[in-house]
């Protein structure tokens, strides 16, 4: 079985970005900014500019990402607390990391 087919819920690429907070152990509240490479109703796959301040698996964060597109007129944001599920190794000064949403606001 690929991955594709192991989700239960649909993908989509959508230019989001915004930022990501967490607490980190020890060292109180952190605030990154992120871009969503892909996104579904049950989690996202965010890059990071901030490898060395990125959360750990496990860790609970909250995101606020916003989507704009002039050329559309489209306009969507998403404000949700998950969990992180995944981690991956820097790459271009950059963190990949996977996060499973718990609650996505209606706002």
């Known amino acids: 079985m690929n991955e594709k087919e192991k989700r239960a819920a649909t993908r989509i690429e959508v230019p ?45 964060i909250g995101l606020n990402l916003r989507c704009t597109s002039e050329r559309r007129r489209l306009r969507i944001s998403l404000e949700a607390t998950g969990t992180v599920v995944r981690v991956d190794e820097p790459e271009n000064k950059s963190q990949g990391l996977a996060v499973k949403f718990e609650a996505i606001s209606d706002s």
């Open 16 to 60: 989001f970005a915004g930022i990501m907070t967490f607490e980190t152990k020890g060292e109180g509240l952190k605030v990154i900014e992120v871009v969503a490479k892909e996104a579904s109703e049950e989690g996202a796959y965010l890059w990071a500019d901030a490898p060395s301040v990125c959360p750990e698996v496990g860790d609970k």
